[in-house]
């Protein structure tokens, strides 16, 4: 994306709030694209352009180039390499992303977003991010770059914690 990625983590809420995001986007006047998951009944629903899903050829003639590089990848980071290659190769501005993990580890955070947003915590993923609220929303704040600010929902007391990366 030109403009660089507006990057959604957190436990529940982040695929409506990325739809939105990029309808207020579009409705200004960019070349948008919107990657989600999961899918409800077709994998096109988690990547689209300007609204729409992309055609399932078009990501089907992406995959000899993903699988000549010889990595391995899970289903979730295929999906986010095909999103982010189609949505390059379309010329997409901007594109909004709802992370699947939500945290560093995530595979969309292979593009520094340019407005990461943290929509909610709660004890999901325990057993990759941490039990406690303040450790899952430092693993969530993970995927902010340096020097950018981190737009948040407002957190539950528990999930400012006292580690310093979302404090109240």
């Given amino acids: 994306a030109k403009k ?3 990057t959604l983590a957190g436990t529940n809420g982040k695929g409506s709030t990325a739809a939105m995001t990029e ?3 579009r409705a200004g006047g960019l070349r ?3 990657y989600t998951s999961p899918h409800l009944s077709r994998f096109t629903e988690r ?3 300007d609204g729409q899903e992309v055609e399932g050829d078009r990501l ?3 995959l000899p180039r993903i699988d000549a590089i010889g990595v391995p990848l899970t289903y979730f980071e295929l999906a986010t390499v095909l999103g982010f290659l189609v949505f390059a190769e379309l010329g997409v501005e901007v594109m909004v992303a709802a ?3 939500g945290s560093r580890l995530d595979a ?3 593009c520094p977003p340019v407005a990461p947003a943290i929509h909610s915590i709660h004890r ?3 057993e990759l991010l941490g039990k406690p609220l303040p450790d899952i929303a430092h693993a969530h704040a993970g995927m902010s770059t340096p020097c950018r600010p981190v737009y948040c929902a407002t957190l539950v007391p528990a999930a400012r914690g006292n580690r310093g990366s979302l404090g109240a």
Wanted: no cysteine.
């Fill in 4 to 6: 660089g990625p507006v």
């Fill in 32 to 34: 948008t694209g919107l």
């Fill in 23 to 25: 309808s207020i986007l």
């Fill in 108 to 110: 969309t955070t292979t």
């Fill in 60 to 62: 089907a003639a992406l």
């Fill in 124 to 126: 999901d993923q325990a």
């Fill in 99 to 101: 992370s699947g993990l």
């Fill in 47 to 49: 990547i689209k352009i």
